[in-house]
């Protein structure tokens, strides 16, 4: 599934079928729409090859956490990987249950780390020995054993960009793999944990299977360690990052991914642990547009540029990471294509949504960013005092408001000038 849920009707962009002419007019732009169906989809995918296996799948809060998304996973069974106590109420909110949640992240606070024990989250995805001792304390002042199990960083290259590749050596993520087993034996020594499993995640936007497996072997091996050293453990959560076609990326299909990892573990002897799936981006991300339209066309000398009503700080990803989205016309026209940055308005050179492209546009024209539905809206900010976009899913031929667009006076509800 990539972009089938949003296709042209006679000459006209459709998320499902509304057309994204009447969804800009009826909620204006910036917007972000989407597909209740290709949520579905993806999700489905996963599950569908996990049918059979003692497998789960955690979607990942952080990739997009609208309510009404979470809600469209929940329905369907998904269980949450977390990374906050925010995320944390966002999923409770959205009809999840602990019972069905991880908690990832190296800085847990305390304040957290009760919260998810008190909820009764399924396990604490623990990237240090240092986090280990807090969540022991916590855990044993609230009377409760906390389920764990240790990110472990398996030093492999998933072959990404630098600033999501996270199960090297040099990253900041998880315990090191020479020393994992020694930090199992120290929480086996804790009497408010209980080892329950054995946790990677080593990057994201990732478009080989090999990387997986080369991972996936290293855990193993860890496993028969640590179960020789007396702990037990129940299952094994691969984590997520599997890529999705932005341009001409070829990640595996899903279900083939999902199957050729869960032979890996079955071939080699561990088939009767749990298998823990955590996708973000593989499941939301093909799954949302950004809707925004054409300010200003301004040619130059160097170059064109085409100035939007979205900007970096509706899409952060072109400016953070050079991340290419394509972007289409809603209403293509005939005319001869010219070459433009599509720029957005803040003031930032840094502030760009894609490069070279080229368009037959004007002026009041509406434009679709595509894969808009992964670390777009949720990595939104107010830069330059802008209200984030609103978002809307589809539904077939309904459409909902799953977030109304901010109004400015909410941006500075919070704030006061000094008394004198
Ligand atoms: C971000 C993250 C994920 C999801 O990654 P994707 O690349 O979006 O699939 C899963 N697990 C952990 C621990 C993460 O930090």
Redesign the pocket.
């Known amino acids: 599934m990539s972009h089938s849920a949003f296709a042209y009707v006679d000459g006209v962009l459709h998320a499902e079928g509304v057309s994204a002419v009447t969804l800009a007019e009826r909620f204006g732009t910036p917007l972000f729409v989407y597909s209740r169906a290709a949520l579905t989809e993806a999700y489905q995918a996963y599950a569908k090859a996990c049918e059979g296996h003692r497998a789960c799948v955690h979607v990942?809060v952080?990739?997009n956490g609208n309510l009404a998304v979470l809600n469209v996973f929940a329905r369907l069974g998904a269980g949450f990987?977390i990374?906050s106590g925010g995320e944390l109420a966002r999923v409770l909110a959205a009809g999840g249950q602990a019972k069905d949640i991880v908690f990832?992240g190296v800085g847990k606070s305390e304040d957290e780390m009760r919260q998810a024990l008190d909820a009764g989250v399924k396990c604490f995805?623990v990237e240090s020995i240092a986090e280990l001792d807090r969540l022991n304390a916590v855990a044993g002042q609230r009377g409760k054993k906390a389920p764990i199990s240790l990110?472990v960083n398996p030093d492999v290259d998933p072959k990404t960009h630098p600033y999501?590749s996270?199960g090297l050596k040099a990253n900041k993520f998880g315990v090191a793999f020479d020393e994992a087993r020694s930090a199992y034996r120290a929480a086996a020594a804790l009497e408010h944990l209980e080892v329950v499993g054995i946790d990677c995640?080593i990057g994201?936007?990732i478009t080989e299977i090999a990387p997986y497996i080369d991972a996936l072997d290293k855990l193993l091996d860890l496993v028969t360690q640590i179960e020789a050293d007396g702990a037990r453990i129940r299952h094994i959560d691969v984590?997520?990052?599997?890529g999705i076609t932005y341009s001409t990326e070829t990640p595996p299909e899903t279900g083939l991914f999902v199957r050729t990892l869960l032979a890996r573990i079955e071939a080699r002897g561990h088939g009767h642990r749990e298998v823990f799936f955590?996708?973000?981006?593989?499941v939301t991300g093909n799954a949302g547009i950004l809707l925004t339209r054409v300010e200003f066309l301004k040619p130059g000398a160097e170059k064109n540029f085409a100035i939007v009503d979205a900007a970096m700080n509706d899409l952060a990803r072109p400016a953070m990471y050079q991340a290419y989205h394509a972007i289409d016309p809603v209403v293509p026209r005939q005319d001869a294509p010219h070459v433009y940055d599509v720029v957005g308005p803040v003031c930032e050179s840094g502030d760009w949504l894609g490069r070279e492209r080229a368009l037959a546009i004007e002026p009041g024209d509406l434009l679709a960013i595509r894969s808009a539905g992964?670390?777009s809206f949720a990595m939104s900010s107010n830069y330059n005092t802008r209200p984030r976009a609103a978002e809307v899913m589809v539904d077939g031929g309904e459409v909902h408001l799953v977030r109304a667009r901010e109004t400015v006076p909410e941006l500075f509800a919070g704030e006061s000038i000094l008394p004198r």
């Not at 984590?239 to 599997?242: A, T």
């Not at 955590?278 to 593989?282: A, D, I, Q, W």
Request: glycine letters at 16%.
């Open positions: 990942a952080k990739a990987d990374v990832s995805n990110r999501i996270t995640h994201s936007q984590g997520g990052g599997l955590e996708p973000g981006r593989s992964a670390y």
